[in-house]
């Protein structure tokens, strides 16, 4: 049996100092992993997103014909004079399409995003066949536009984000999670991975991203006893970046299968951060970086990478919280609520259980410290809902503010002193409430029975000399 062996690398990010005018379009090759070995027509579109004022492209296909064998091309018919040439590489197994094109004279062409620039058709033959784009140099893969009558090359770096790869297989690779860990300070934490349909599978590379100024690798990890043969996990710095990368390599003999949902290793970790930073823990994959094959070494289908490799996170636990500078403002003042969420919160959202509400002083429902006025008096609940990069929480104060002033006579609903809505602040008054009664009022004030003051109020005020009010009943002065 083939056994492949896995070789760790330096992954070297190389940087054109050439200056491009825009970005090239992402060129993206379906992928079919439900294919049957002999199928004679597997159609496989081509599709461009971003193909905004292009000139002109040649772009570079490989595969290997013992997995795939090309049958048929058709061009998009709104690209005139576009070709695609198959031919065999000399001394190789592998096949090679070229697809070439150039535009009218000093003219560009746009396509809507999603549309396709070749249907292509393969027979399948078995195992994975990997429909890979040459990206080596500009005379292989490279999209041009005309700019002031003069042909212009295309921004595509990093190379394999413009340029995605499809394939042909019987099925694909296994389903690998980054946990979502939620903690609460620092200390040891076990980082477990787990992988769905881990099926006839011979060897593995998976590069796990981290932050070492958040996380610190232990050096230390379990492994699946099922998975014989080599197991390594090490931490290698990620290139052009301060982070850092876990790689892990298995390789077997013997192809394994593990029930959905294992867990494939444990990476130990220490927390080291003590000011509530949150760690993304998401996958590397530059093609290699992340790769399953299967029993008979060849590689299986993991496009697009989003459906294969699910990522993670650290993340300290998110509380929400807030203040308001004035639990009883009078209506139409300013009232200052202060967020005290902890955690990395990244966006707020707050909300009222009634209307009558006003952003002011340019701050808005978003806004991380808002600044709100009330036209209407009375009680009012309020929520907060925040986010971070991981996580969700929300707060609801209830009866959190009482808008309005205290005792102040409104009238708007009828004469009924026990009626709430004829006070400014939705509150009947009591022993301790200075009750004013305006010069004006749709309803004058009526109290029946007898008035006592110090336990019906406090005061009595009438500010005018149209000013009423009746007691049925005794007022007494204890």
Known sequence: MKKTIF??????????????????????????????????????????????????????MTFDTTRVRFVSAIPNP??????????????????????????????????????????????????????????????????????????????????????????????????????????????????????????????MTLNLEYDPAVLTFANTFWKNPALGGSFDVGSVPKPASTNRLIVIQWNNST??????????????FDYVSINGSNCVLSWFDTGHSCEFSDGAASYLSDLPTADYYKNGSVTFTLIADFMADNLTPPKSTTVLFTDLSQSG??????????????YVNGTTASSQNPQVQFSDGGLY??????????????????????????????GNTSSDWNT?????????????SNVVIPSSAPNWPVFDGDMTMGVDCATLTLTGPTSQMTINGDLTFP
């Open 7 to 60: 070789i760790s690398v330096c992954f070297i990010l190389v940087i054109s100092s050439a200056t491009f005018a825009a970005d090239a379009p992402v060129t993206k090759t379906a992928c079919v992993t439900n294919a049957i070995p002999g199928t004679a027509s597997v159609p496989i579109p081509v599709t461009v997103t971003g193909f905004t004022d292009i000139g002109k492209f040649i772009l570079t």
């Open 78 to 203: 709104s690209l005139t004079g576009m070709t695609v040439t198959y031919s065999k590489i000399a001394g190789k197994k592998l096949g090679k399409l070229i697809f070439e094109w150039t535009g009218a004279s000093q003219t560009n062409t746009s396509l809507a995003d999603g549309s396709t620039l070749a249907d292509l058709t393969f027979s399948y033959v078995a195992g994975s066949g990997m429909l890979t784009w040459n990206y080596t140099g500009t005379n292989v893969c490279q999209y041009y536009s005309y700019i002031g009558g003069v042909l212009t090359a295309l921004n595509h770096l990093p190379q394999y984000l413009f340029y995605q790869d499809g394939a042909v297989a019987d099925h694909g690779a296994p389903v690998t999670h980054a946990p979502l860990l939620t903690i609460t300070g620092p200390g040891a934490l076990a980082v477990p991975i787990t992988i769905d349909n881990f099926n006839d599978i011979g060897s």
């Open 255 to 268: 192809a394994k299968t593990l029930p959905y949902g294992s867990t494939i290793c444990i990476v130990n």
């Open 345 to 358: 919160v990244t966006s707020w959202a707050w909300s009222f259980d009634r209307p009558g509400v006003t």
């Open 381 to 410: 609940a309020v929520t907060l809902v925040v986010h971070n990069s991981f996580l969700t929480s929300s707060v609801t104060k209830i009866d959190y503010l009482r808008v309005g002033l205290s005792g102040l006579w409104t």
């Open 420 to 432: 709430l809505s004829n006070w400014d602040n939705y509150k009947k008054p009591d022993g301790s």
